[in-house]
């Protein structure tokens, strides 16, 4: 199962929310920190995504 990271803005902590696929399309823009329960939480950009954007 994929692993997605997540930033709290509020408590300033990142968190890791393992979920299916379907799952995370359906909740990533409503995902609560699992510290703090704010909904003030953004997903980190993954490792491999930044290294597959290449500046030409
Ligand atoms: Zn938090």
Not at 6 to 33: G, H, I, P, T, W
């Amino acid at each position: 199962m994929p692993v997605y990271e997540f930033y709290c803005k509020d408590c300033k902590k990142e968190f890791e929310v393992k979920m299916r696929l379907a799952q995370y399309e359906k909740s990533k823009n409503k995902q609560k920190c699992l510290e703090c329960d704010s909904k003030n939480v953004q997903q980190m950009i993954s490792a491999f995504e930044v290294k597959t954007s290449r500046k030409s």
